[in-house]
């Protein structure tokens, strides 16, 4: 098995040269092709998995420690006590995939993966997904302050050359339009939730009943209470088990940015010119054609 050193070793070889499969660029380190092809191919999906899928930067560290909250009962203790890596491991990396075979069932399982190379398995199995999404002009800007923090991601030129590439695609993980519009086309599938980072600003408490609900984990009022106090932006950022800080430095710099960085809806305003706001307003209504209407930042 490769052992962290080994993953760390193959980080420090620059220019960073992507993992590639089937169209999409992964960055190097912990993803390699052949542990790609497995998470496709030959992963054994279990009918309690609970898939916790996101595009980058959408919200994807919030849900694992909401769902991890959720299948203790509203309990903190693992929360606190264990990291989330090995909560809601990556199955599509080997560290990841080791961590998912040690976890007792019902799995919490992670990752960014486009549909098209989601588990085989999965499809003919009553396992569940959450899908969070978020505004993708919000994803952007997390996305890039992200890239500047993180090792094994192309450190961008300029805000508006990382714009450029967001709405090509040329991005690790593909194109957000892609993504979201190749997972949506499973939208009303019984097995499938979907939750948007803007409700669960507005509106934790009922999300975490609707996913409660979905999960068939009934809790009490006090118990959801509990999931919502320990899953605030200011208790994860306090909690080292979540926050990132607990990561080695060759592979997340603490000194470039704060993983847990400002936790709001709209930052992209701060960020984008009139120009870039419509130019993104344009490719956005060209990808999105057939989908309009449906998501929470259309309509603020
Ligand atoms: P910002 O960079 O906009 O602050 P991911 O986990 O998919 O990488 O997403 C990270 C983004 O989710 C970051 O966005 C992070 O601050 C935000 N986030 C994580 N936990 C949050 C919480 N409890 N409340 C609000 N935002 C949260």
Redesign the pocket.
Known sequence: SIGQGTVMANLHSKPLCYVHYKGIKFPPGYNSVENLCFAENEFEVQDDDIFNV?Y???????MIEILSLILNGGNPSWNQSVLNSCRAPWFTTQLGLEAAHLLPPPRLLTCHLPIHIFPKAFFSSKAKVVYTLRDPR?VL??YY??SKMCVPFENPESFNHFLESFLSGDVPFGSWFDHVTGWMKLKGKSNLLFISYEEL?QDLFGIVERLCHFLGKELDEAAITSVVEN???EA?RRNDMCNSTMLPKEFMDQEKGTF????ICG?WKTHFTVAQSEYFDKVYQEKMEGLKGIFPWEHT
């Not at 980058?56 to 919030?62: E, I, L, R």
Request: aromatic share 14%; net charge positive; charged share 25%.
């Open positions: 996101t980058p930067k959408s919200g994807t560290v919030w919000d800007v997390s302050h992200f600003k899953t605030s932006f994860m847990l960085r400002k936790g930052d």
